[in-house]
């Protein structure tokens, strides 16, 4: 099977190639990402812990999920693939904003992304593709925030960076 390729962008999302998902990763060069937040009725998030064998961040917790987009996909239309193959369900999604983040870690890869943020709502139970995704739960923002502070060890990098840095975008009461 041919490995996925991340679409290469500079710094105002303009497409300047493709690359191997992990030579990107081990080079650490910009590529477009996004990142899903699902919400219902209560304002919780729809958090994924991710699969324990996953190639970096295994076991962590974050957003209801996220990927790369591929070749001639939008953002919606990435994100509304993503959110099926990994939770299991679809949704009408909303896309908030966007920004760079880099990210190194402990095996040598590095996450440097230009990751586009969209929000959704669903009141189900997900049905979660093991193979990508360990467990979920409904967590609310303030909650998430508290534990972040007492566990970051527990979250994710970019799920960090996003919570601190976009909370007023992810908060569907703003």
Not at 72 to 93: C, D, I, P
Not at 131 to 158: F, G, H, Q, S
Request: glycine content about 4%.
């Amino acid at each position: 099977m041919k490995e996925e390729q991340v679409i290469l962008v500079d710094e105002k999302d303009n497409q300047i190639g493709l690359m191997a998902k992990m030579e990107a990763h081990e080079k650490a060069l910009l590529h477009r990402a996004f990142s899903v937040f699902i919400f219902n009725k209560n304002n919780e998030l729809m958090l994924q812990q991710r699969a324990l064998h996953k190639y970096h961040s295994p076991g962590l917790w974050t957003n209801t999920c996220c990927s790369h987009q591929r070749e001639g996909e939008t953002n919606l239309q990435a994100g509304k693939r993503r959110l099926e193959e990994e939770m299991g369900f679809v949704t009408s999604l909303t896309e908030k904003t966007s920004f760079i983040y880099k990210a190194p870690f402990d095996n040598g890869l590095t996450e440097h992304e230009l990751d586009h943020i969209m929000v959704g709502y669903y009141e189900s139970e997900p049905n979660i593709n093991l193979d990508e995704v360990e467990d979920w739960k409904w967590m609310a923002l303030d909650d998430i925030r508290k534990d972040m502070i007492v566990n970051p060890k527990l979250y994710t990098a970019w799920f960090k960076i996003i919570f601190e840095k976009f909370y007023d975008y992810i908060n569907v009461n703003n």
